[in-house]
């Protein structure tokens, strides 16, 4: 196996409109220092995996570098269309729930401005990703194959924001193969060796802030 170090960060998501110059070009001097030499200069992402042969960003490319240190690994399938079901399951999984359980979820932990039409859309959002799931999974254990791969380690940590911060179990109640996949995902050895126990939430936080909707002025010609 290749040297690779992991690289994060703890950034604080603040608006921009907040920041005064000075403050914009201290956060930059600290991305860079945090990043060092091997940040990409297409744009300062974290987490970074740092190897002899370069840094690689984005949390998914970083998974997928690791999954191949190990030739025929299992994560990856064991045929040429199992590893493409395996990439389609992994992009549905940052594309559906994680992105709209993150827009839910921001504007109640005081990142981003409450706004109700864009909370509805994202749990309306939320609701179709999971009725999917709850189709695919309804005579399946895993996404793909028969046993674990890199899809089922990626959507179930972006179903695990959702279960212990937002996803109460009077929501997730009516998607009970989603449900049970990722209740035997989390439980699964090696999952709780790195991550640990993990509880579903009881409440959904409360909002943090709000904000109306901008209006639309009229335009006269």
């Known amino acids: 196996m290749i040297g ?6 703890d950034f604080e998501r603040v608006s921009e409109s907040k ?17 060092g030499s091997e940040r990409t200069d297409m744009c300062r992402w974290v987490p970074v995996l740092q190897t002899p042969d370069g840094a690689v960003f984005e949390s998914n490319a970083i998974a997928r570098c690791v999954s191949h240190l190990k030739a025929d690994n299992p994560l990856n399938g064991s045929s040429l269309i199992e590893y493409a079901q395996i990439e389609q399951w992994i ?5 559906e729930p994680d992105v709209h359980i993150l827009t839910w979820l921001q504007p109640r932990i005081g990142r981003a401005d409450y706004i109700k039409p864009v909370e509805e859309a994202a ?19 895993y996404l793909v194959g028969h046993a674990v791969t890199l899809a089922d380690i990626v959507l179930t940590c972006n179903l695990q924001l959702g279960f212990t911060l937002l996803l109460t ?53």
Not at 4 to 9: A, D, L, R, S, T
Request: glycine share 2%; hydrophobic share 35%.
């Open 123 to 141: 749990i309306a959002a939320v609701k179709r990703a999971l009725e999917a799931l709850n189709t695919h999974l309804a005579s399946r254990t």
């Open 91 to 95: 992009d549905f999984s940052t594309l």
């Open 169 to 221: 179990k009077s929501f997730t109640s009516e998607y009970p193969h989603v449900e049970r996949y990722f209740w035997t995902m989390v439980n699964q050895p090696n999952y709780l060796k790195v991550i640990g126990e993990v509880k579903q939430t009881e409440a959904i936080p409360p909002i943090q802030s709000t904000k109306k909707p901008a209006q639309l002025k009229d335009c006269k010609t």
């Open 4 to 9: 690779v170090k992991m690289i994060q960060g």
């Open 19 to 35: 920041l005064t110059a000075r403050r914009r070009r201290r956060r930059r001097r600290r991305s860079r220092a945090f990043l």
